[in-house]
């Protein structure tokens, strides 16, 4: 028998599958008008009153037992996309987890979604395939029963609690579960997480009903932002950061929470009604590093596990971080910078340079060497030293230790004549009167000063140091453009405020490292030590460092806190609570103490520098002196001092 053609084989099919959808619809049991009127009213009301975001589809998520039903619930979707056509813009869900990755952590979570299902186990099908990657739980949700439902009792006390149990251990609280009843309304349902006695527990609340010709605009609002937790107690992970966090232990045994980042977890759960339970970083880990689940360590283990409902203890915006993590609002920016040793400290004969600036110095060496051009230069040949004789006349005598000696202070022993009386007057004149007047002057002042050298100002400054950088291990992420540093990198231990207690160190204990800290600590130290050496800083800064609160991936405590904190910080209080920690005059600090007050008399400690440079020129004295003796013996050296003194 010869094989069909091509084109009536087509045939066949399209008739075949023709016959199997009309049969598919003939085993549709019929529904009440009222149900597939008011049904889809609702859901069309609601999606356009509480699903609609500006940014983001809505997604559909479809699940039936059968055939026939899948078909009642397109029917029932394409009745809400007549009536949303043009206004809301929708999406198909898909329910397939997809791999964490940087793609992932970088695409936009979608919070808007339907679900419509054709009995409960359908519904917690399509829950169970959710993933954090794809899905925001903190997002709203409408779940439409479609099929039979049963009474109202078995739904209360067996199926919804059941669902709701299911949405719990994913945190998804803003939704809502229409169900139309056997009279002809539809039921809207929803649960409380939080109620008093019953803290974490789901509680079911029937929300609305949605009665034939009654107007859906009169119902409540049936998303309510999440406003009280009843007293309930959440677990915070943290550790001991001055002054971000400040662990102070109660009497009753518990922990509180201190610094600006504990007043702000204060003022979070009086506004929110919640006790705090500190859970601290197992092993004194602190941070600790994040990855996959399971290789996490510290606070990153706590809230990535779920053993803490939130984390805040110095916790910067990382991208690692919002891989596995669920990131609040920044709630302050602070800067990571280097605490640098302080500057070496003069010496006294350094001292005496002081009073001057590398520019006086250098003119005044200028009319040395200027001075010992003009003497040396008239003093060689025959016809120089009848040039001396116009310039300066005859009766001087060694003019290069006269003009060395009026630089000093000293007196004219001869009076020159000619010429050079005039330039030698003038030159005594601002000698005499300006520069001694003025080094003198300043001279008293720094001599009695313990002053150094600057500190090192610049990020550059740092790297061409031989200074070791000390840093916790998760800091070497702000230096991955600078490998080679890793010889000189030293990683603090983790422990009970080991960062701190470097930088605290940093005021005068070490002088051979550098510590890459916040600000803040820096700050924190300086109030804390008033009177002291304060830490030094470089002005410029590594990175900005802000800062936030972490939860899990699937938390909804994200919405009612970052409320409350960008209303605080937008008031400025935050930034009252930073003040009242630290001193921020960093550049205050940098700057030498200003001599005021009554004049003190000058030591002996303080005319060391003195002393030396007297010293010194005692003993260029008696080389002189044994060169004389020696050149009474050697004729050449007679000659190279007479030229040198002539």
Same mark, same amino acid.
């Given at each position: 028998m010869a094989p069909l053609p091509v084109w009536w084989t087509s045939r066949l099919m399209c008739c075949w599958l023709l016959w199997t959808t009309t049969a598919a619809r003939a085993q549709i049991p019929p529904q009440p008008d009222t149900d597939q009127q008011l049904l889809p009213h609702i859901v069309t009301h609601l999606l356009q009153r509480y699903l609609r975001h500006p940014f983001q589809p809505v997604q559909f998520f479809l699940a039936a037992n059968t055939v026939p039903h899948h078909l009642t619930q397109r029917d029932l979707l394409s009745q809400v996309l007549r009536h949303t056509s043009g206004q809301a813009a929708v999406a198909f869900g898909s329910t397939t987890n997809n791999p964490v990755g940087l793609r992932a952590a970088v695409q936009q979570q979608r919070s808007r979604a339907i679900l419509f299902g054709e009995d409960f186990v359908a519904f917690e099908r399509l829950v169970a395939n959710f993933s954090t990657t794809a899905n925001d739980y903190s997002g709203r949700y409408l779940c439409v029963l479609t099929g039979a439902s049963g009474s109202v009792h078995q739904l209360e006390t067996k199926h919804l609690p059941r669902l709701f149990?299911?949405?719990?251990?994913?945190?998804i609280v803003h939704v809502n579960v229409l169900i139309a009843a056997a009279n002809g309304t539809v039921r809207a349902y929803t649960y409380q997480p939080y109620t008093p006695g019953r803290c974490g527990k789901p509680a079911v609340k029937l929300a609305a009903i949605f009665a034939p010709g009654s107007s859906v605009d009169a119902q409540p609002h049936l998303y309510p932002r999440l406003t009280t937790f009843c007293n309930c107690t959440l677990q915070v992970g943290s550790f001991e950061a001055k002054p971000y966090t400040l662990l102070r232990p109660k009497v009753d045994g518990y922990t509180e929470l201190g610094g600006f980042e504990g007043d702000l977890l204060h003022l979070l759960a009086s506004r929110l009604q919640f006790r705090v339970n500190v859970t601290e970083s197992p092993h004194q880990v602190q941070w600790g590093v994040i990855g996959a689940p399971g290789n996490s360590t510290g606070t990153m283990q706590l809230v990535q596990d779920e053993l803490v409902d939130l984390v805040i203890a110095c916790m910067a915006l990382d991208v690692t971080r919002g891989l596995y993590l669920k990131a609040g609002w920044a709630h302050y920016t602070s800067r990571i910078l280097f605490a640098v040793p302080q500057g070496r400290p003069y010496t006294a004969f350094e001292k005496l340079f002081r009073p001057f600036g590398t520019a006086i110095w250098a003119a005044l060496a200028g009319t040395l060497l200027g001075v010992a051009g003009v003497v040396g230069g008239l003093s060689c040949g025959r016809r120089a030293r009848s040039w001396r004789r116009f310039v300066y006349g005859s009766a001087v005598r060694m003019p290069l230790l006269g003009a060395l000696y009026l630089l000093w202070g000293g007196s004219v022993v001869a009076v020159p004549g000619r010429n050079f009386a005039r330039s030698l007057l003038a030159l005594w004149l601002g000698f005499t009167f300006v520069v001694r007047t003025l080094y003198q002057g300043s001279l008293y002042l720094y001599l009695q000063r313990s002053a150094t050298f600057p500190p090192l100002a610049t990020?550059?400054?740092?790297?061409?140091?031989?200074?070791?950088?000390?840093?916790?291990?998760?800091?070497?992420?702000?230096?991955?453009? !600078?490998?080679?540093?890793? @010889? !000189?990198?030293?990683?603090? @231990?983790?422990?009970?405020d080991t960062l701190g207690e470097q930088v605290a160190g940093m005021a005068a204990r070490y002088t051979d490292r550098v510590v890459v800290c916040p600000q803040d600590m820096v700050a924190y130290n300086n109030r804390a030590s008033r009177g002291r050496h304060p830490i030094q800083v470089t002005r410029e800064s590594i990175t900005l460092f802000p800062l936030t609160i972490y939860y899990p991936k699937k938390s909804c405590l994200t919405q009612p806190f970052d409320r409350l904190v960008r209303h605080v910080v937008e008031s400025g209080l935050f930034s009252f609570w930073v003040g009242n920690y630290g001193d921020y005059d960093f550049e205050a600090n940098r700057r030498e103490p200003a001599g005021g007050g009554e004049p003190r008399k000058l030591t002996l400690a303080h005319l060391v520098g003195a002393y030396q440079l007297l010293a010194a020129a005692h003993l260029l004295a008696f080389v002189l002196f044994l060169l004389e003796l020696v050149s009474l013996r050697l004729a050449a050296l007679r000659r190279v001092l007479e030229f040198c003194m002539d």
């Open positions: 149990g299911a949405l719990w251990t994913r945190h990020v550059e400054q740092v790297h061409r140091s031989t200074l070791h950088y000390h840093m916790v291990n998760i800091a070497m992420r702000f230096f991955v453009d !600078r490998p080679e540093i890793k @010889p !000189r990198v030293r990683f603090i @231990p983790p422990g009970l």
